[in-house]
Each structure stands twice: as C-alpha cells, then as structure tokens.
C-alpha cells in the first residue's frame, strides 16, 4: 500500500464532518448480498494461491461499500488503488450532468472517512477521471479490477480498454450495471467488448459481469464446483457468443463476514442520578405534622371527626 495515501484514524482533515459508520451495513450503496458471495469467492481463490499476486483497482468507488469490501483481501505487498471524481468537476457536460444528477452527495471526505472506519490506511486514491488511470497505475500488475464508474458509452469502453492493459494474466474484470435499464451505454459497451474483443464471460450476477482477458475456463470449473454445494444460490449454463456463461443469482444469498468497524462507536455514557425517596402522599404529611406539632386534646378530636 502507498505510503503517501497512510492516514491515521483520527485525522482531523477526513473525520471533522462526515459521520462515521458504526458497521459495514451503515455505508451507503449498492453492493448485494449475491455479488459479495461473488468477491468473496474471486478475491479468496486468488488469495488461496501464494503464487497469484498482483493489486487491486476500483474505477468508481461512490461512499466506498465495494472498496472498503475488497480491502480485506489485500495482502503484504500489494497496492489498492482508487479512482473517482468525488466531489471535482466532470470534464464534459454529459458526465457533469450525471453526476450532478446521480452523486450530489459523493464527496471524497465521506468516501475516506467510511474506508477509515474498517482499515487502518487508505488505499491509493486518485480523484480525476479515470481516463488518467492508464497512466497511474502499472500495466499488467492488477489481478482484481471492479468498473463502476461512468454510465456512459465513450467512459465506458475507455474503462474496458484500460482494464486490458492493466489486467495481470489471470485477472478478474467486473463491470456493474451490464444490463440495467438507466445505463444502456453500459451493457453496450461490455458486450461490444465480449462479441469483438478478447473480453471472456465468466459469469452473471443480477447486477454484475464478471470476466477475465484470458482463457475463462479454469475459473468457470472452480466457480461450478464451489457453487454445487451453495444452497442458498442457483446457478445456470448458457452459451453466448459460442462460449458457456454462469448465470448466478438467488434471494436469500447468505452474504460472507463483512468487515469489521475498526473502534466500536462511542456511546455517552450519563452520570448516575443518586435515587431520591418517594415523597409521602400530601394528605400523610399533613397528618404527621399536625399530629407533631398540635396538642393532644386537639389531635384526637380530629381523628374522632375524621373516623365519623
């Protein structure tokens, strides 16, 4: 991990405003309970093999879910690396109404002060647009790429383009919103990829498309093995593009163990209020008193009248 992104937990610079989340759930986005199922399986097969090393790259991180998600499966040596505009202004008008539209509230504060929460230094950040990545990050030195950034076409095939370069042999690509109705620019370009490219389908999620640059096979062997003992997900073979493709989906997808907020929230403690006694009823002081302070003789002619 870069030492220029190590940032202590208290930094006053990200934690003076933005809220600090109290667990992985609190962070705002939309990251699944069958697509974290999906990273955990990738991530933890790559990290299974000694010999499979390479970093991590997230094109569009949002409040940071996926990111802060992916973080716990970065080892020793290895670099994370972040790239969103946040809260800087887009470079053209179509992105500049998008996200204005989409992502008013998306501000790089907010983004490290979710990641500060679950790990102890951020990752590298790189607030621009990602057509600058290429030039950031180090070509074939990534085994973990997720695309999530712009929703528009020319964005789009720019990020698949870059993902090719960057991609170490054997890498993991994953696009969202291949198929959502709100971003046709997006299942344009991922699938103009895949039918005139080397872009290989490994599998589908409801929401995710998960492919490699190199031969699919062997991860579509495992991923098939490992899903015939989960219950809790079906899974189907289609061919496309003359090639089999993993459908993956199911409801009630049992997600893995999220991160874990790093301090547990602080909660106020109030000082303890000393018990008082509870006072007499009204009536029972009156009667007390007057039977302390008035004569005898006048005490019990009260009580008589009070008896009748």
């Known amino acids: 991990m870069s030492q220029a992104a190590r940032l202590p937990l208290t930094d006053p610079e990200v934690l003076s405003t933005a809220p600090v989340p109290a667990g992985f759930n609190d962070v705002e986005g939309w990251f699944w309970n069958v697509d974290q199922v999906l990273f955990d399986w990738f991530l933890g097969h790559q990290n299974a093999d000694a010999e499979h090393r390479g970093d991590l790259l997230e094109l569009g991180s949002y409040m940071g879910k996926s990111a802060i998600f992916m973080g716990k499966y970065l080892r020793d040596g290895e670099e994370f ?27 790089r504060q907010a983004f490290e002060t979710n990641y500060l929460a679950f790990h102890e230094a951020l990752p590298t950040v790189i607030q621009a647009p990602t057509s ?20 528009l076409y020319e ?9 090719r370069v960057l991609a170490a042999p054997g890498a993991v690509v994953v696009f969202d919103d291949y198929r959502s109705e709100h971003c046709p620019g997006v299942a344009a370009a991922v699938w103009g990829a895949v039918t005139t490219s080397d872009l290989h389908v490994i ?25 015939e003992g ?27 163990s999220a991160p874990k ?10 000082a303890a209020v000393p018990a008082q006694p509870k006072p007499a009823p009204r009536s029972r002081r009156a009667r007390k008193l007057a039977k302390d302070l008035l004569p005898p003789i006048v005490t ?9």
């Open 81 to 107: 690396t972040v790239c969103d505009l946040f809260d800087s202004p887009a470079e053209d008008e179509s992105n500049l109404a998008e996200t204005q539209s989409s992502y008013a509230s998306l501000t």
């Open 132 to 151: 600058v990545v290429g030039d950031r990050v180090r070509a074939a030195s990534c085994r973990f790429i997720h695309v999530d950034a712009s929703h």
């Open 155 to 163: 964005h789009v095939h720019g990020d698949i383009e870059a993902s």
């Open 203 to 227: 599998c589908v999620s409801g929401t995710k498309l998960y492919a490699t640059w190199d031969d699919p096979a062997p991860l579509q062997k495992a991923l098939r093995t490992w899903l």
């Open 230 to 256: 989960r219950e809790d997900l079906w899974h189907g073979i289609d061919t496309v593009v003359e090639a089999p493709l993993v459908r993956i989906g199911g409801q009630k997808a049992i997600a893995p």
């Open 261 to 270: 907020p790093l301090r547990a929230p602080e909660v106020p403690v109030l």
């Open 300 to 308: 019990r002619a009260i009580v008589a009248s009070r008896r009748r």
